[in-house]
C-alpha cells in the first residue's frame, strides 16, 4: 500500500494534486482541508495517502496530516459512506473540529 507521497508539486486544483516522485505524477484527490497545506506548483510537499482499490480503478486520495488520514478511515467504515463523501465531510474543517462536532 501507498502510506506516504514526497516530491514536487507538478499541478494544484481544487480537487486533486499531482505529485512528482522521481519523475513519476501520482495524482492524489484531496479535501479542500488539505489543499490549503499543498504549497504553489513547483515547491515540495509530503502527503499521508491512502490506496483505494477497486475493479475498475486504483484511487490514491492525499492528506496533510495522519490525523485526517485516520478520520478519512474512519469514515469510510461507515455504511454509505464512500471516498468522495468522506472528502466533503473532510473539506469541512480541521479534523479535530470535526470529530467535536
Not at 7 to 33: F, Q, T
Not at 85 to 94: K, M
Request: aromatic content about 4%; proline content about 5%.
Amino acid at each position: 500500500m501507498i502510506a506516504l507521497v514526497s516530491g514536487e508539486v507538478a499541478v494544484r486544483r481544487p480537487d486533486h494534486v499531482v505529485i512528482n516522485c522521481g519523475g513519476v505524477g501520482y495524482r492524489l484527490a484531496v479535501s479542500a482541508e488539505t489543499l490549503r497545506h499543498v504549497p504553489a506548483a513547483g515547491l515540495g510537499v509530503t502527503l499521508h495517502a491512502h490506496l483505494v482499490v477497486r475493479d475498475d480503478a486504483l484511487a490514491l486520495y492525499g492528506f496533510a496530516t495522519e490525523e485526517e488520514r485516520d478520520l478519512f478511515l474512519m469514515l469510510l467504515g461507515v455504511q454509505s459512506v464512500g471516498p468522495k463523501v468522506a472528502l466533503a465531510v473532510l473539506s469541512g474543517g480541521p479534523p479535530r473540529e470535526i470529530l467535536s462536532a
